[in-house]
């Protein structure tokens, strides 16, 4: 099983509907991020979490929010989607010692017609 | 001026020959620097993590780090077709701070 999991892998919806993307893991990590990935543009964060108390913009979060459910558990929404949101989605963790290393999930497909 | 600079390639290399990829970075205290893989539509994969000038191997990668020159570097010897991937390059820009800053990537290809 992945130690990082990400629902749905795949999502196609239209503008202006509310998606909710889901990320859960089993590595015990405190730190948790959301990425979305373009083509040219990299990786850009969108938010982050270092525990459940606390939750950070990275730096693209406008028209994003997030939710640490849990530990294990943190969901980034789209309240309202439009087109340009359209991407590749990581969620990624990673732990306190001094690697910094980040672990990523296998990704969501999202396009927004 | 991009933070985390690399050329996005193609760059091609025959198979069993040395792949090089470079990458700088603007900001002078970082701390961190990490090597990933990616293939075409699937997630980042660590393959080398560096954190002290000069150069640390791991099977038949290395990696060189010049924190004077802000410069890290990835070499891949023997290529293999299997190494045909996307590497990016990231580096953790604040000390105490675990954000990751991403360069674009260079698309390798290797030439069997």
């Known amino acids: 099983d992945a130690d990082v999991t990400q629902t749905p892998r795949n999502r196609i919806t239209k503008t202006g509907k509310r998606i909710m993307l889901e990320c859960s893991q089993t590595k015990g990590h405190d730190r948790m991020y959301w990425y979305r990935q373009d083509p040219g543009l990299g990786l850009r964060l969108i938010y982050y979490s270092f525990d459940v108390k606390d939750i950070n913009k990275g730096e693209i979060s406008d028209g994003y929010s997030v939710s640490r459910q849990a530990q294990a558990k943190f969901s980034l929404s789209l309240e309202s989607a439009i087109p340009n949101q359209t991407a590749l989605y990581f969620c990624?963790?990673?732990?306190?010692?001094?690697?910094?290393?980040?672990?990523f999930g296998d990704g969501t497909r999202l396009s927004i017609l | 001026q991009k933070e985390v600079e690399q050329n996005s390639g193609p760059l091609s290399v025959p198979e069993g020959a040395i792949a090089s990829l470079n990458c700088t970075y603007s900001?002078?205290?970082?701390?961190?620097f990490f090597w990933y893989r990616q293939y075409s539509g699937k997630s980042p994969e660590l393959i080398m993590s560096i954190y002290s000038n000069g150069d640390k191997e791991d099977g038949r990668f290395t990696a060189q780090l010049n924190k004077a020159s802000q410069y890290v570097s990835l070499l891949i010897r023997d290529s293999q077709p299997s190494d045909s991937a996307t590497y990016l390059c990231a580096v953790s820009s604040n000390f105490g701070n675990e954000k990751l800053t991403f360069g674009t990537g260079t698309r390798l290809t290797i030439i069997p």
């Open positions: 990624a963790t990673s732990d306190r010692t001094a690697i910094r290393a980040q672990h």
């Open positions: 900001d002078r205290v970082s701390q961190s």
